[in-house]
């Protein structure tokens, strides 16, 4: 290698900051806002924390009255912050609605929990908690707030979604709850052009979207949260028209709201991440996605860790890249150099930290890989385990109502001929039986498609005969309590109403099943789940 091309690498390797700059040149004054938030963000979070301190010293001396009220206030501090404290802060106000029995009160307590829920990935909790709230009684205000959560569950569930029909299905459920909440918003104000303009977003009316997020921009108040959702929309809207320089723009403006309203419970970050990414501007992409995993983590939301995660293994394998090839070029200087024993001594020096560094880089990536192929494995487990019960239950449910259907119809008849012995015969406890044993065997065959080993691992577990099975298609009820464990059920009161036993019974169950084994008491429920 001759000395010109020597000279040539090393201009190479020092031109790469160059060619990094003049790339990101359009939207540096973008970033260079973003970034000078983003270094104030422990002053806006104190400021957070005092505001917090002031509402939990209020509540202290405040009257049973004002209770609620300032409960209502901590909780929509800690809602996008933190969700632990925000969990805690719904029961408190869920608690304290029941006591009072103030219909709005639950209503609204209720759709709190909800949100904490839905915020922290726990999408079927959310639907849950969400089928218990009850309109009857209850003031505009609060019904309003019921539909906008309801339609924020439905639109988000189908974002996580991303699975054909489903995906539209929720979006459809989304938007008659959203047409719902418009009846008790004014039109034309920004809370209308908000609602409206995240419906036309999720069905994809895109052009439509953008003029009623711009319409919201253009009008007085909204809080900082709403224009930061707002702002991502803007982002992705014209991301997806391929406007780069907007996109940019809108998302960092998105970040800039988020990291002034302390919000933890975010994308616009993550997202303009992976678009500088994309850019080649690796070292701000790295800053950011590093910032949003802090960020998820903080908050406890575990469907942004996973979308976080996806990327920052990407990043570092680029910088990885990257920093190998400045540790190549620094070898080549040393090379040229080596008649001079001080240069020399400082390049070994450099080169030796960093190869440290790249080992750093390699655990971390090594790390973050193993995680993600475990989350994904967890990940799959869960799709194919509600797949199959879903499109199980939708069978059994339809030929459930067929019965049901079946037996209103011969108790019309009876009481219009005023049968009454005949109609006391209909109703027989043994069918109940049997339908209970039906219901058994429809679990028994559906959890064996899942586990078809789970039998022969099972018996495994157990040295005396007596474990065995003598059905290979059908489960004991032993095997059924830890067949719903290894389901993810483990509250042995759920246990036992799925099997028609008392928690008693059910826990006995569990310590004879254990007790049998050669497996340590502690350690059996855990071989269990590996099944």
Partial sequence: MNTSIRLYLLCVLFSLPLISSASNGKWSEELNKLDASLSQKSVYEQRKL???????????????????????????????????????????????????????????ARCDIVFCLLSAGLYTEAFNELATIRLEGTNQQSRKLYFKMASRLYYDVSDYTKT???????????????????????????????????????????????????????????????????????????????????????????????????????????????????????QHATEYVRQSLSNAN??????????????????????YNIMQGQRNAIAVA???????????????????????????????????????????????????????????????????????????????????????????SSLKESELIAERKSMFVDFDETFLKLFPHFIEKYNELFDDPDSKCLDPKQLTTEMRIFALIRLGITDSERIATFLNYSVHTINTYKTRVKNRSHIDNDKFEGYIMKI
């Fill in 50 to 108: 005092d505001e917090i301190k002031a509402l939990k010293r209020n509540l202290r001396t405040a009257s049973q009255a004002d209770k609620f009220k300032i409960n209502r206030m901590l909780f929509d501090q800690y809602s996008s912050y933190q969700y632990d404290s925000a969990y805690v802060y719904a029961n408190h106000l869920l608690s304290q609605a029941l006591k009072e029995r103030n219909c709005d009160y639950e209503l609204e």
């Fill in 334 to 424: 040393a090379v040229v150099f080596i008649l001079f024993v001080i240069g020399l001594f400082v390049a070994w020096w450099y080169i030796r930290k960093q190869m440290m560094e790249l080992k750093k880089a390699q655990v971390i990536i090594a790390r973050r890989n193993k995680q993600l192929e475990t989350k994904n494995n967890q990940l799959e487990e869960v799709n194919k385990i509600k797949d199959e019960y879903i499109g199980r239950s939708f069978y059994i449910n339809s030929e459930y109502i067929n019965k049901v259907e079946k037996l209103y119809r011969t108790i019309d008849r009876k009481l219009m001929t005023r049968r009454i012995e005949d109609l006391r």
């Fill in 298 to 319: 903080f908050y406890g939301a575990r469907q942004r860790v996973i979308e976080v995660s996806s990327i920052l293994p990407i990043i570092e394998r680029d910088r």
């Fill in 164 to 282: 054909e029909p489903y995906q539209s299905q929720y979006i459809k459920q989304g938007s008659v709850y959203t047409d719902s909440l418009l009846h008790y918003i004014q039109k034309d104000s920004p809370e209308w052009y908000y609602a409206v303009g995240i419906k036309e977003m999720k069905e994809h009316n895109f052009a439509a979207s953008l003029d009623y997020f711009n319409q919201y921009m253009e009008q007085k108040g909204g809080d900082v949260h709403s224009k930061a959702i707002v702002t991502s929309c803007l982002g992705w809207l014209y991301l997806y028209q391929k406007d780069l320089d907007k996109a940019i723009k809108y998302l960092a403006q998105a970040a800039i709201y988020d990291n002034k309203g302390v919000v933890r419970e975010t994308t616009a970050l993550c997202t303009l991440a992976r678009l500088l990414y994309k850019e080649g501007d690796i």
